[in-house]
């Protein structure tokens, strides 16, 4: 049972580049979001899904785009990188959103340069 | 909408001494989830707080849920280093979405 898995670990972009940050679950969850951190701002949601199919907005979703087309992946894509992007990202998971804890994957560092 | 403030943003301590997060809501909250996060790791999850007034205790940590359902906090007793980390309150606002607070660094000086 690997959990949540999140790839790559670390990345650098040029600015304008796009990527996709990969996010699975093996856990048959149905919420899923992605997160970035920086420092003294926490962790602040981009998107979530609330099962295949369904997909939201964050609190930060510009320059972010997602998909959820099975209950196991969930990726994050960047359209056109920026050096603002420069941040760790954490995918998560949970069983449902109303009361189940979430698991985080590994995290990615990403740096925009 | 829902915002959660978490304070300090940071503590420095003395091994041995105790420390405490807090977690200020403007609005009643349905339940509140913790999480550890070590330096240069990812959140793991603590407990969740469901019941106005509720207490729960891991060993040194004790977990408290305000009457109001509005704050809450995390106590640890006696630090040690292994407790050296980031420590965040999470909340499920109205639109369904599980926000984080800021976070409370800790450090822990032997």
């Known amino acids: 049972n690997a959990g949540v898995t999140q790839t790559p670990k670390f990345q650098v972009l040029k600015t304008g580049q796009s990527m996709t940050l990969q996010c699975a679950q093996d856990?048959?969850?149905?919420?899923m979001s992605w997160y970035r951190q920086d420092p003294g701002m926490g962790l602040r949601l981009i998107h979530y899904s609330v099962g295949a199919g369904i997909t939201d907005q964050g609190e930060v979703p510009n320059g972010y785009n997602v998909s959820r087309s099975t209950t196991e992946d969930f990726p994050l894509r960047l359209l056109s990188a920026a050096p603002s992007q420069t941040s760790v990202y954490f995918c998560a998971s949970s069983r449902t959103l109303a009361d189940t804890e979430a698991f985080f994957g590994q995290g990615t560092r990403l740096t925009v340069v | 909408g829902q915002q959660v403030m978490q304070i300090p943003q940071y503590q420095h301590v003395q091994e041995g001494e105790d420390f405490t997060t807090y977690c200020n809501s403007s609005?009643?909250?349905?339940?509140i989830q913790w999480y550890k996060q070590r330096p240069g790791g990812h959140p793991v999850f603590l407990i969740q707080?469901?019941?106005?007034?509720e207490v729960k205790k891991q060993k040194r940590l004790t977990f408290q849920f305000g009457e109001a359902k509005k704050n809450s906090s995390l106590h640890i007793t006696a630090t040690q280093t292994t407790d050296v980390g980031t420590y965040f309150c999470a909340v499920i606002n109205q639109g369904g979405k599980l926000i984080f607070g800021q976070g409370t660094e800790l450090s822990v000086k032997p």
């Open positions: 707080l469901v019941k106005s007034g």
């Open positions: 609005t009643t909250l349905s339940n």
């Open positions: 856990m048959n969850h149905e919420y």
